[in-house]
Nanobody
Framework: QVQLVESGGGLEQAGGSRRLSCAAS????????MAWFRQAPGKQREFVAN????????FHADSVKGRFTISRDAAKNTVYLQMNSLKPEDTAIYYC????????????????????WGQGTQVTVSS
């Protein structure tokens, strides 16, 4: 079965950088879109960024555009989220997600577009 395992979370100071990884296994992800979502305490889960596995087209939420970058390494079956210029409001549990879809990434911004989810990794940014 599909497994998504996130890693790379931890405590970071404001202005710092961190890279999250999502190791994907269990099937070919051709035709899939991979995404990062996050959920802060007391808030709803929100979209961060996504990437089409084949072709690599991406979309980033306005709140992270210019600071975060999603990428993938097909040879390693891994999706990354490079986070720069971190802010305290980036504190959240970050989840990796995957879903099959022919639609472009910009149309896949809600959690119901994704069928597979990881367990999440905590990112805490101190001021």
């Amino acid at each position: 079965q599909v497994q998504l395992v996130e890693s790379g979370g931890g405590l970071e100071q404001a202005g710092g950088s961190r890279r999250l990884s999502c190791a994907a296994s269990g099937r070919s992800f051709s035709g899939y879109v991979m995404a990062w979502f996050r959920q802060a305490p007391g808030k709803q889960r929100e979209f961060v960024a996504n990437i089409r596995w084949t072709g690599g087209s991406t979309f980033h939420a306005d709140s992270v555009k210019g600071r975060f970058t999603i990428s993938r390494d097909a040879a390693k079956n891994t999706v990354y989220l490079q986070m720069n210029s971190l802010k305290p409001e980036d504190t959240a549990i970050y989840y990796c997600a995957a879903g099959p879809s022919p639609l472009p990434p910009v149309m896949l911004l809600t959690s119901r577009s994704y069928v597979h989810w990881g367990q999440g990794t905590q990112v805490t940014v101190s001021s």
